[in-house]
């Protein structure tokens, strides 16, 4: 079987460490990718500095965009949320370790996008933020 | 010719290509767009090659040649539905541009604030988007036919939908999600009865079986020609000849025009009325030999061929664990088998199928109302056609278990 499916993605696609929701929370945002139904919501925590000490994410969609979203959690926690804003896609595709199509790219970066949407306070983040 | 299986595998060049290493090509996605015989890819280069001119004006050999093939094309296209004339079929871009054309023309002129216009639920996007947006500028209402559980029409609701008098029903002959091929004679008789115009999205039937019309009594009735063997960029509308003769013109230009003042024009007789500009002329003649390709197969073949292929897959799908076909019990059913998997997402299914080699699609299929309605985003589609085997489904089958194996 190719690399694609790494035990890695599958792993955490079937029992992920950081899906849930926090209530309350600092900050939370959700998106998704109409293409695919892929849905991602991210709730986050952070102490007096500005470093996540919570995040959380919910939502449906494919192995890509799943295991992305908790492998990206898994990472930020942390890291404060100025360090967290230069996270790019290839930070992304790191801790995938695959290379992707510009199709589930998208899925790839679903989380990204949410979770820089909710630091940034925006509604809608361009796909150049990403 | 019959149906040849082994012949009409080699007659697809396509089919030969291994897609990955060790693995051939098992293409499942036909009710996207099917796969060309080499007839249909020559026919097109010997346009190019040989008699490359443009249409109707000129008058050298090359000119006449092409005049004379892409008018063919028309004829055999309505010798192939059984339209009463080849006034009656005009050339489109697809089907898609062919319900757009209705709307803009038939519809703006004869729809106004409150009428009704009946859909169903089942709808491709390209048979219910166009009506929005004529409904958001006239102020019409549009009411659908829900779909049943098991993926059918619920035609109990009919009788209340026609009381509103509808002036205008449209409804997909199949379906390219369920495969649901709906009862189109009944319909369109019941909608006659009520006064109202039917047209039928025929994108997913005129390739798979066969179409009649004038037996049908359809107003309207359009398909592509990427999904019936030939390429993209050709479609087909046909519309009764009164219809079509007191409709306006649709793009104007070139070619639509029987004379051109400063200030007025004077438009063309059908059906160049609504044929402006250049058109896709290689595109039509590959169209011609697509029809004549399936015209000798017989179409008769081509369904019973996919028939036999639907139930052998649903034999073999529907055991499978963690997956639920959509509209499995569907009484008359084409070659279109959609699932869901309670462990994989359906991309991901896709992504696993096609590392097999088995290429299938993965999405809402351009049915989103349909996928709400069944409260799923998105579905994984397998879908046969002439060239595919028991082999194929096999291979399908084998790809699935290794999804299985692998997030179960
Ligand atoms: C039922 C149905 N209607 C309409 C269309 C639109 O066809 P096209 O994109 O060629 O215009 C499709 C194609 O997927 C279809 O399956």
Redesign the pocket.
């Known amino acids: 079987m190719d690399d694609f499916y790494r035990e890695l993605i599958v792993e955490r696609y079937k029992n992920p460490v950081y899906k849930g929701e926090l209530d309350p929370h600092d900050f939370s945002y959700e998106d998704e990718n109409p293409l695919c139904g892929d849905h991602i919501h991210i709730d986050v925590r952070v102490d007096e500095d500005n470093k996540v000490t919570e995040a959380a994410f919910s939502g449906h969609g494919c192995a890509i965009s799943q295991a992305s979203a908790d492998l990206l959690l898994e990472s930020i926690i942390g890291k404060s949320l100025e360090e967290v804003k230069h996270f790019s896609k290839e930070d992304v595709l790191d801790l995938l370790g695959i290379e992707l199509g510009p199709v589930r790219l998208k899925c790839a970066l679903l989380s990204l996008k949410v979770l820089k949407a909710g630091i940034y306070g925006v509604g809608e983040l361009d796909e150049d933020l990403v | 010719m019959g149906f040849d299986k082994e012949k009409i595998i080699r007659d697809f060049p396509i089919l030969n290509r291994e897609i990955k290493p060790g693995k051939r090509l098992v293409y499942l996605d036909s009710?996207?767009t099917s796969q060309k015989p080499e007839v249909v890819i020559e026919a097109m280069n010997d346009y190019y090659r040989l008699y490359n001119a443009n249409i109707h004006r000129g008058v050298h050999t090359l000119a006449e040649e092409a005049t004379a093939m892409y008018e063919q094309s028309r004829v055999k296209v309505q010798k192939f539905i059984n339209a009463r004339s080849h006034k009656e079929i005009v050339f489109t871009r697809?089907?898609?541009e062919a319900i757009n054309l209705v709307a803009f023309t038939w519809g703006r002129q004869n729809l106004d604030a409150g009428d009704v216009v009946v859909l169903t639920e089942m709808e491709?996007h390209?048979?219910l988007v166009p009506w929005q947006m004529l409904a958001a500028e006239k102020n019409l209402r549009l009411e659908f036919i829900p779909v049943t559980e098991n993926g059918e029409l619920d035609l109990l609701e009919l009788p209340a939908l026609l009381n509103l008098k509808p002036k205008l029903f449209c409804f997909?002959h199949m379906s390219?999600v369920l495969g649901t091929i709906n009862p189109a004679k009944e319909l369109i008789s019941n909608a006659h009865k009520a006064g109202a115009v039917v047209l039928v999205?025929g994108?997913?039937s005129v390739p798979h079986f066969a179409v009649d019309v004038v037996d049908l009594d359809a107003d309207f009735y359009v398909f592509?020609a990427?999904?019936m063997l030939g390429p993209t960029g050709i479609?087909v509308l046909y519309g009764k000849e009164n219809l079509l003769n007191n409709m306006p013109p649709f793009l104007g230009g070139g070619d639509m025009i029987k004379k051109v003042q400063l200030r007025t024009f004077k438009p063309n007789d059908l059906p160049h009325k609504f044929e402006a500009g250049t058109p896709a002329i290689a595109e039509a003649i590959g169209l011609g030999a697509a029809v004549d390709y399936l015209a000798a197969i017989g179409m008769d073949h081509v369904l019973a061929h996919e028939k036999e292929l639907t139930a052998y897959g649903l034999e073999k799908i529907a055991p499978l664990e963690h997956l639920k076909i959509f509209g499995k019990d569907i009484t008359n059913k084409g070659g279109v088998i959609a699932f869901e998997m309670d462990i994989a997402h359906p991309h991901d299914v896709a992504q696993i199928l096609d590392m097999q080699g088995v290429a299938v699609r993965a999405g809402h299929h351009?049915a989103m109302p349909l996928h709400e309605k069944f409260h799923i985003p998105a579905t994984t589609r397998a879908s046969f056609y002439i060239y595919n085997t028991k082999e194929d489904i096999d291979k399908l089958v084998e790809g699935l278990q290794i999804v299985i194996d692998m997030f179960g």
């Open positions: 009710t996207a697809n089907a898609t491709h390209s048979n997909t390219n999205d994108a997913q592509s990427h999904k479609g351009c």
